[in-house]
């Protein structure tokens, strides 16, 4: 797995063609891992079955949606920020939501940042580009943290 | 020999000696009858032995001038003697008696000073009588000395009925046991107690009811003791008031919960329902357009002109539903919003929108006058948010003057302020207020005037979230006016 993977947490097929498409059509070309809920997110952050035989690679990015089945996205966001092998991993809310209190709970939550997806084409892919050119191109990562696992 | 020798039995001499004890004889026995009877007609008198002394005295000096009469003819002078030492032994007597009872006698009242004081008995009972407080004398015994009319009408027994009896009788029997001991207590250190120092008691009519009363007590010495006076007035209808007022209070409270819930609930509803047309309405738009932009970039190849200037009106749709969305979820926030009350500058604030109004807009040439000073009690923000509307509608609705003026002020009508946004734009037909103030309501086309139709309703929503009124005033071609007030007197209300 690519050191520049991106995981797109998002329920909607709609959002995550168009996500796709404006990834595409602004070139950035990193693995993108595409989860359809919470549930599955924290499975695939934190590997239960599938990926649990070696140590996790961690994506370079997390893009979350806010609104999702099972497990929500503010969820998912506490989980990431209390575990300390994910606890600095970057992550954007990407979310129809303008809403105070949602803008509220990603911040609080710990988001790195918040964006608010247009219905506008030319301005989400235009929020996308930028989106890409700054965390994956301009934000330095943070340096990987060394868990001392205890032998289970 | 009679005393008639002495006169020598001249007839004259001796029937003037005759008659004249005779007369005496006879008045000297009618003035002890006429008195005994009078004594005894007036058994109040003081001191009616005195009569009967004088009465046995006034009888001896008769007998003695009878025996006048006697010896005149015969010489009984033993008996007559004896008579007149027996008259004389009372005369002495009562005189005594006179001598040592005068000074009481004189303590005793005269009739003017009787008629006085019973002037003032009078006035005394007529104060008792028309207080309007029910009144009760007990003395030590407990027994009831005097009530007025206010208290035999509140207990409904008759002061015959009452006078003599113990007051335990007007007392429930639950605070009878009790009674006897307060009583003694009161007694042992008597004070006066003022009404309403404490409980609410209750006296027991004659009927068998309770009666809700306060009392009063009084420590009264009299000659014949201790007195309490207990002066009573009846609370039913306070209480009844009481209570209703306490029963409105709680149907008032019980009301305000309910309602409160009801809001409560209705503003959760709105909130879930905003939650969700943010997040799920939006999602779709977002679909229809970016498709339709994915077609017209990829497949545009083969779609007419036709085709492609349609997908564009999918997009533009699309667009326009999202800022609809956008408003309508600012214009429920607005409604939800708490209230930060502080003094606003509303001069100052109107000053501030129109700057950025020109800076937003710097062709356009806008004469703006703005009255100095004036201060309101309000939300700064949201004020804010009303002037920008109703600057911005002035603004967009002079863009086709020559010469716009935009105006700002305040007057006063029945002492209250009254605000005021006017312009010399495209104005109005005053038939059609009804729908300037409605949500998504418009009087001009989109292309005439672009909007969506929600700030008018913004700008309402905000004045009555002031406990405000807003009206518009206006002609088609002459401009527009809106008016508004901010609570009662610009003040925050209560």
Redesign the interface.
Known sequence: MSEKTLLLVED?Q??VD?TL?CFKKNNIQNDIVVVRDGAEALEYLFGSCEHNDKEQELPMLVLLD??LPKVSGLDVLRRIRSDPHTKRLPVVIL???????DRAGGYDGGANSYIC??????H?SEAVRQLGLYWLLLNQPPPPLVVNKTST | MPHGHCYVWMPGLVWLHQLSDGLITVSYYSIPITLAYFAKKRADLPYRWVFLMFCAFIVACGTTHLMEIVTLHVPYYWVSGSVKAMTAVLSITTAIVLIFLTPKALTLRSDVELAALAREEARFRRVIESTPNSIVLVDKEQKIVLVNAQAERLFGYTRQELIGRPIALLIPERYRQKHPEYMTSYFSAPATRPMGAGRDLFGLHKEGHEIPIEIGLSPIETEEGAHVLASIIDIAERKRAETQVRELNESLERRVVERTAQLTAANKELEAFSYSVSHDLRAPLRGIDGFSQIVLENHADRLDPEGIAQLRRVRASAKRMGSLIDDLLEFSRLTRADMRWQKVHLSELVEEVVREQRERDPMRRVQCVIAPQIFVQGDPRLLRIALENLIGNAWKFTSRQQEAVVEFGSQQKDGQAIYFVRDNGAGFNMEHTGQLFGAFQRLHSVDEFPGNGIGLATVQRIIHRHAGRIWAEGKPGLGAAFYFTLGIGGEEPL
């Open positions: 909607n709609d959002d168009l498409h806010l609104k979310t129809a939501s303008n809403q105070e209190k997806k247009p219905v506008d084409l030319d989400f």
